[in-house]
């Protein structure tokens, strides 16, 4: 009895052991995890950090060298390919470092203007360069250098040649500047090729360009480019703002304006009110852009204006006219004709778009008269200096039911114009400008009876 009672208790004894044994290595294993994971932290931290220092050293070799090799260049290659200045390097180019990993190296060039006191302004004394190395995979940039260069000698006559252009980009409505927009330059009498972007208040320069004494001297060209704007039919040629002569001494300050393009509907209606849809022509004007003829088809009713000729041949997207903008424009008118019958109709101008810049859309209506009109034509000859003036904007309004047509002058600075006539004499106006710089205005009277064609001069001042 005593031996078994003796083996019994022997077998729970082990069995007790046991059980504290296995608690004791699920406590420790516990434990070690605890104490371990911020120690393995720790150790990858210091890997990733020691990791990022080797790069860093060697990103900053890198740049070292560039900007070694920059410093050998001679003083009219430093700049960026077709850059502000121009020169002999890349933008962006990839590298590899000594561990494997590909870096970034972007290259940043710009004129420093640094003048003493008396001499005269080039804004171009000397070049800055800048290189940034970021990592290709992430983007974190592992080092940034810069460095100054500067000419061996002095320009011709200190520069006081050169020419200077510099641009404001604003919106044409809002007059607020805009960020970020692409200017582009070429021309010039070395062919020069240039581009930039606007700083935070929507301006851009162009120092040291090269001047000539020909007679006429060439020209620069600028244009301008942002994510869904359209540049001011006014500032595009054959107007003068976007083209610079490169005469020596020449700096040249004015402003790009651009715009959000926009939409007309134009709606069809018949006396009653109902859509009317038996085919018609439409004319959409405005001082600054026009569509002389636009054809709604048979069948349809309405018709979207999102273009305009702001001269012969030139088109462009269709540019606001918006009430209380600076400088004034005025707004859209519109006529309709049918394409048989001899109906007519004219909708009061109207503010295009709704709400610039939130709605760029507007909406008008139409109703063609219920009596047929007969019609004339109006040949309108347009000069300035006493010379025909061709790609001259030219509005025709008033007559019995308020026109407004919309025409630009040919190369023998013609506009004709069908207009609608009763037995009773009605009078018409007829204003032109050019590219909103010069104008003129005319009227006359017509009826029935009158000559045909009328023929009206209109002279620009």
Request: with cysteine.
């Amino acid at each position: 009895m005593v031996a078994v009672r003796i083996r019994e208790w022997g077998t729970r004894a082990v069995r007790g052991e046991a059980g504290f044994t296995m608690i004791e290595l699920l406590t420790t294993t516990v434990l070690l995890a605890v104490v371990s994971a911020p120690v393995a932290g720790v150790l990858l931290s210091s890997s990733a950090i020691a990791r990022l220092s080797r790069e860093r050293s060697a990103a900053e070799a890198l740049a070292q060298a560039q900007i070694e090799t920059v410093r050998t260049l001679p003083y009219t290659q430093v700049g960026i390919v077709s850059g502000n200045p121009s020169g002999v390097l890349q933008r962006s180019v990839v590298a590899t470092l000594p561990s494997g990993e590909q870096v970034t190296v972007v290259a940043t060039v710009t004129f420093v203007s640094d003048p003493i006191p008396t001499a005269y302004v080039t804004n171009a004394d000397y070049k800055k360069v800048t290189l940034t190395v970021s990592r290709a995979s992430d983007g974190k940039q592992l080092t940034q250098k810069a460095t100054y260069v500067s000419s061996l000698s002095a320009p011709p006559l200190a520069g006081t040649n050169w020419v200077q252009i510099k641009r404001q980009v604003v919106d044409v409505v809002t007059t607020k500047p805009i960020v970020a927009a692409t200017v582009g330059l070429t021309g010039g009498p070395s062919s020069t090729i240039r581009n930039d972007v606007t700083d935070g208040s929507g301006t851009v320069l162009f120092p040291a360009l090269d001047s000539s004494t020909a007679t006429p001297p060439p020209s620069y060209t600028l244009n301008a480019a942002f994510s869904g704007y359209s540049v001011f039919p006014d500032d595009l040629p054959p107007a003068t703002a976007e083209s610079v002569p490169a005469a020596p001494g020449m700096n040249s300050i004015s402003t790009i304006r651009m715009y959000l393009p926009v939409s007309l509907t134009v709606n069809l209606q018949s006396s009653t009110g109902a859509p009317y849809t038996a085919g018609a022509t439409i004319s959409v004007d405005s001082s600054r852009c026009g569509v002389a003829t636009l054809t709604v088809p048979a069948g349809l009713s309405s018709t979207t204006v999102t273009t305009c000729q702001y001269a012969t041949g030139k088109t462009v997207s269709l540019p606001p006219n918006v009430l209380g903008q600076t400088p004034s424009f005025d707004r859209y008118g519109a006529t309709a004709w049918s394409t048989t019958g001899g109906l007519w109709g004219s909708a009061a101008p109207v503010s295009v778009p709704s709400a610039y810049p939130t709605g760029l859309g507007q909406v008008m209506t139409i109703k063609l008269s219920a009596s047929a009109y007969a019609t004339k034509q109006v040949k309108v000859t347009v000069t300035r200096g006493g010379k025909p003036d061709t790609n001259a904007r030219v509005e025709l309004t008033g007559g019995p039911l308020g026109l407004y047509l919309y025409a630009t002058t040919d190369a023998t600075g013609l506009a004709t114009f069908t207009v609608p006539v009763s037995p009773a004499t009605s009078s018409y106006s007829v204003s032109s400008n050019e590219l909103g710089v010069a104008s003129g205005t005319a009227t006359f009277s017509a009826s029935t009876v009158s000559a045909t064609p009328i023929s009206v001069a209109v002279t620009l001042t």
